[in-house]
């Protein structure tokens, strides 16, 4: 009897970790053959729903609309598209669709409308090209258009950020601009991004470290949809923030007499360094890296803002190259370069250095 209770214990133990590792794990759904058929069978149902049901079962709905538009059937690509936005209006990709759509159709002031919302919010640089390219070729400026000249080397500069693997360039711009604004100093970007290599610590690793864990995704690997999900998370992972440092270092040395100060590496991916669980920015004299991986409303099932991300980045990339000039963090809380311990304290800091930290820059610029 004591046997089967500790057996059954066990195995409701089992289920339970298997569960939450389901909902952990449980991101973008793998897309496989589609059938149609079902597909719309879901849809006719989602119409007929309550709309916090239409928010969780959306997807069906663009997906459908998609094949419609890919069929020529646009009347009925444009209705989904209309009733997907309506309970998930920030999907700023089938804003776009559907802005095509209307236009094609003669609606021109409301697809100019949501185009111009996709210029201003979002988050992925090909959807803001994209969406660019759309209202130049009606003649229209887009919203806050980029000045491309300005993402060329500047002679001389004082600080270089040097993109790490697939980075936003065009974000990259931005952050620039008003990096220099903010610190008084000059940036350039590097025109090639380095190539990081393999992750340095998977998901997988980082919540497997001691053997009861180990032996619990072992067994959990022979149920096949647990097994894709590790697989998965094998696939994803962080860079080691104290290896791309060393890398900078090697490959671009900092002749003696130059004005240049450093580089500012700057990835998409996540990064930590020792047994941190993640950093948004290490840096030290002379070289530093940081990550917006965390930043992005992917990662924080947040509605997309590039104005909010490319703030954030500026928080971060202002405290890194502090560090990279060689001035030690302040003790102000509210400081700009204030050290935050998680996303909503990093967000709540002011947009301003302290007046410590004002001195130290005037120091540094002899302004």
């Known amino acids: 009897m004591m046997i089967d209770k500790l ?43 309550d709309n916090v049901t239409r928010r969780r079962n ?3 709905v663009f997906v459908l609309a998609e094949i419609y538009e890919k069929e020529g059937n646009d009347k009925d690509a444009m209705f989904l598209y209309q009733e997907g936005l309506r309970v998930n209006s920030w ?8 802005a095509q759509l209307m236009y094609k159709y003669g609606d021109k002031k409301q697809a100019v409308e949501k185009v111009k919302i996709v210029c201003q919010y979002t988050e992925d640089e090909e959807l803001l090209i994209k969406a660019e390219e759309f209202l130049s070729n009606m003649g229209i400026q ?27 360039k065009r974000l990259l711009l931005e952050v620039k601009d008003k990096l220099q604004e903010k610190m008084g100093i000059s940036y350039s970007i590097m025109e090639k991004e380095i190539n990081p290599g393999k992750f340095d610590r998977s998901y997988l690793d980082k919540y497997t470290i001691d053997t009861k864990r180990k032996l619990l995704v072992s ?8 097994n894709e999900r590790f697989k998965e998370l094998e696939n994803q992972g962080q860079f080691n923030a104290s290896r791309l440092i060393s890398e900078l270092k090697e490959k671009y040395i900092i002749e003696e007499g130059s004005k240049l100060e450093g580089y500012l590496g700057i990835t998409r991916e996540d990064i930590f360094s020792g047994n941190s669980n993640f950093l948004f ?51 102000n809380p509210t400081c700009i370069r204030a050290y935050p311990h998680n996303l909503t304290e990093h967000d709540q800091k002011s947009n301003e250095l302290c007046s410590w930290c004002k001195e130290q820059l005037k120091l540094y610029t002899g302004d």
């Open 142 to 168: 887009p919203v806050k258009s980029i000045n491309k000249t300005k993402g060329k080397l500047i002679e001389n500069p004082e600080m270089i950020i040097v993109p790490i693997g697939k980075v936003n």
């Open 91 to 98: 999907r700023l990709d089938y804003q776009l669709k559907l």
């Open 219 to 226: 067994f959990l690997r022979l149920i096949p949809e647990q």
């Open 281 to 331: 920015g290490w840096a030290e004299k002379n070289y530093g890296v940081m990550s917006y991986h965390r930043f992005l409303a992917e990662f924080n099932r947040e509605p997309p803002n590039r104005t909010r991300l490319c703030n954030r980045m500026v928080k971060q990339g202002i405290s890194s190259s502090f560090f990279i000039l060689g001035i030690p963090r302040c003790t």
């Open 58 to 60: 959306v997807e069906d």
């Open 7 to 49: 057996l059954r214990c066990f195995i409701v133990k089992i289920l339970m970790i298997s569960f939450l590792c389901a909902g952990f794990c449980n991101g973008i759904e793998k897309k496989s053959s589609i059938d149609k058929e079902k597909l719309k069978k879901r849809v006719e149902l989602f119409l007929k729903k």
